[in-house]
């Protein structure tokens, strides 16, 4: 008789799984990055020891981590801009069978819009990546050689300390569309509600400036969205400090214009 042949098996590599301690120093590093986030939102200084205190639980790179296990976690109850936005797309008959959509996703935690790939060709960019397939890149000086039908800008420009800088990166999302394009905007809703200094008109007005006409605004109980199209209108203006509001309790969140550009 003849030796019977051995099957080869497969041996899968553990699966290393977040113990109730990971869990809780996610929450940790998550907690003090939304808190510096909101100091940042207001208008203020974050102070200098819970600078140190996020240093100390792994800076922005452990954040990002922790937020992509949470987002794992949660999946079903988290909020994800990819929905919102692909349901807009497809509500105003953007969503094209013929050709796929080339989409710029600023500030990505994850692929999340891996699962819309067979009509998006997503480009995802962060200043600190935490996927292979997420590119570093600063979101005022990101360029490409092909424009963008679609920029998403989720929960980027409140984490952004610079209220100048937060006028560049729009300027720039202006620069990488051309023809029709699509510009997505999700902020805190208090950036805009209880703000001295900015509002949605405010931001509408801004982005307008741009070249854009405001399609939709919507609010949640903690989040405002905005969608323009580029309709090539620009007007170039500066947009400087401006009180929009008065009162007691009101944060100093804005965005500013300082250079028009060409």
Not at 14 to 36: L, M, N, W
Not at 166 to 175: D, S, Y
């Amino acid at each position: 008789m003849g030796r019977s042949k051995r099957k080869h098996v497969k041996v899968r590599a553990p699966v290393t799984r977040p113990t109730a301690a990971d869990h809780a120093k996610d929450r940790e590093i998550i907690s003090k990055v939304h808190h510096f986030n909101q100091i940042v939102a207001a208008g203020e200084r974050p102070p200098s020891p819970l600078r140190e205190e996020i240093d100390r639980c792994g800076g922005l790179n452990a954040y990002q981590v922790a937020s992509q296990r949470g987002e794992k976690k949660a999946r079903h109850g988290s909020f994800t801009s990819a929905v919102w936005v692909t349901k807009q797309l497809t509500a105003h008959g953007i969503r094209k069978k013929e050709q796929r959509l080339r989409l710029l996703d600023v500030g990505a935690v994850s692929l999340q819009y891996e699962a819309y790939k067979s009509w998006i060709e997503c480009v995802a960019i962060d200043l600190n990546p935490q996927h292979r397939d997420i590119i570093k890149a600063n979101a005022v000086s990101f360029t490409a050689d092909t424009p963008f039908n679609i920029i998403v800008l989720s929960l980027v420009l409140n984490f952004t300390g610079d209220a100048a800088e937060r006028g560049a990166i729009l300027q720039n999302c202006r620069r990488l569309q051309a023809g029709t394009g699509y510009l997505f905007v999700i902020l805190p809703l208090k950036c805009l509600s209880n703000s001295r200094f900015f509002s949605s008109a405010r931001l509408e007005e801004m982005v307008c400036s741009l070249g854009y006409e405001c399609l939709v605004r919507h609010e949640s109980k903690k989040l405002s969205f905005h969608m323009f199209k580029l309709v090539g209108n620009d007007s170039r203006k500066t947009f400087g400090r401006e009180v929009v509001r008065r009162g007691p309790g009101l944060n100093k969140f804005e965005i500013i214009v300082t250079d028009p550009g060409p």
